[in-house]
T-cell receptor, first 117, second 113 residues
């Protein structure tokens, strides 16, 4: 079974440029997460989707970050324009939620490492 | 709000040594607790979990017991191997059942032969 797939693995851009990250979750997983991981820190939630609906985006900086999950499968996270402080690893994860119940096990991709110069 | 505090690393051990990585948490209600591991060049993966007080999670020789009275979930292994070298993250999920995990900062473990 394929795991969570993210691309690109690495991206280097200059500040003020746009960047986009793509995530394909595990087949059948209805919940998708984007986490931000700064160097030496634990992952921090940016946004959580239940199918197509963003049910928790309270930590997403909406002035420059946007995300979408069309058709409730793949998701894209965009930053426009990027700033130096956005250099980090962007993690995608998925899980299966039934009603209000979830096992708590998230399956993570390998992450997309962004460097903003 | 919810928070997780882990001991700072790196933790450096010789092979076959005993491992403890401390983790304490602050949460409302009754969270579930997790240890995730990140091997070099790989994504985070679940190592073990416990969903209620006094539960013990175990996997691959690692164990952790959910201690509500001390709000702790310390990770232990009796004899570490070089292949255990990784970054270990303690995490909790809120009681609502939706798994928005709150992670600690991670503890790097380095095991030498």
């Amino acid at each position: 079974e394929a795991g969570v797939v993210q691309s690109p693995r690495y991206k280097i851009i200059e500040k003020k440029q746009p960047v986009a990250f793509w995530c394909n979750p595990i087949s059948g997983h209805n919940t998708l997460y984007w986490y931000l991981q700064n160097l030496g820190q634990g992952p921090e939630l940016l946004i959580r989707y239940e199918n197509e609906e963003a049910v928790d985006d309270s930590q997403l900086p909406k002035d420059r970050f946007s995300a979408e999950r069309l058709k409730g499968v793949d998701s894209t996270l965009k930053i426009q324009p990027a700033e130096l402080g956005d250099s980090a690893v962007y993690l995608c994860a998925s899980s299966f939620t039934l009603g209000s119940s979830n096992t708590g096990e998230l399956f993570f991709g390998e992450g997309s490492r962004l460097t903003v110069l | 709000g919810n928070s997780v505090t882990q001991m700072e690393g790196p933790v450096t051990l010789s092979e076959e040594a005993f491992l403890t990585i401390n983790c304490t948490y602050t949460a409302t209600g009754y969270p579930s607790l997790f240890w995730y591991v990140q091997y070099p060049g790989e994504g985070l993966q679940l190592l073990l979990k416990a969903t209620k007080a006094d539960d013990k999670g175990s996997n691959k020789g690692f164990e952790a017991t959910y201690r509500k009275e001390t709000t702790s979930f310390h990770l232990e292994k009796g004899s570490v191997q070089v292949s255990d070298s990784a970054v270990y993250f303690c995490a909790l999920s809120d009681y609502s059942g939706y798994s928005t995990l709150t992670f600690g900062k991670g503890t790097m473990l380095l095991v030498s032969p």
